[in-house]
């Protein structure tokens, strides 16, 4: 069973940067694409980021790309959102998710192909 914990959330002005982090344990972090995702309130979950198992493909919602990277580091199995330039429209809880693959794969932006999530960091961005 894998857990994943994430942090790095908080308040933060519009503009400004937050680094999401998300720690897995009880599993081997290469053996598993990781995503991230997000819901803020009365809305659906929906895909920010993902990235295969050896971080040699990337996939980013259009809201996001050129403000989000996302990262890895299996040796840590931290999995990281970087987020710059951000909006108020940014604001949601963000979760990681981890997706089990015995081959290598590609990156997944549907909720339901994940296997395990993680609790949620807030994310608030003010005007």
């Known amino acids: 069973q894998v857990q994943l914990v994430e942090s790095g959330g908080g308040l933060v002005q519009a503009g400004g940067s937050l680094r999401l982090a998300c720690v897995a344990s009880?599993?081997?972090?290469?053996?598993?694409?990781m995503g991230w995702f997000r819901q803020a309130p009365g809305k659906e979950r929906e895909f920010v980021a993902g990235i295969n198992q050896n971080g040699g493909i990337t996939s980013y919602a259009d809201s996001v790309k050129g403000r989000f990277t996302i990262s890895r580091d299996n040796a840590k199995n931290t999995v990281y959102l970087q987020m710059n330039s951000l909006k108020p429209e940014d604001t949601a809880v963000h979760y990681c998710?981890?997706?089990?693959?015995?081959?290598?794969?590609?990156?997944?932006?549907?909720?339901?192909?994940?296997?395990?999530w993680g609790q949620g960091t807030q994310v608030t961005v003010s005007s």
């Open positions: 998710a981890a997706r089990f693959s015995s081959i290598m794969s590609g990156v997944a932006k549907n909720t339901g192909l994940y296997d395990y």
């Open positions: 009880g599993g081997i972090l290469r053996h598993y694409a």
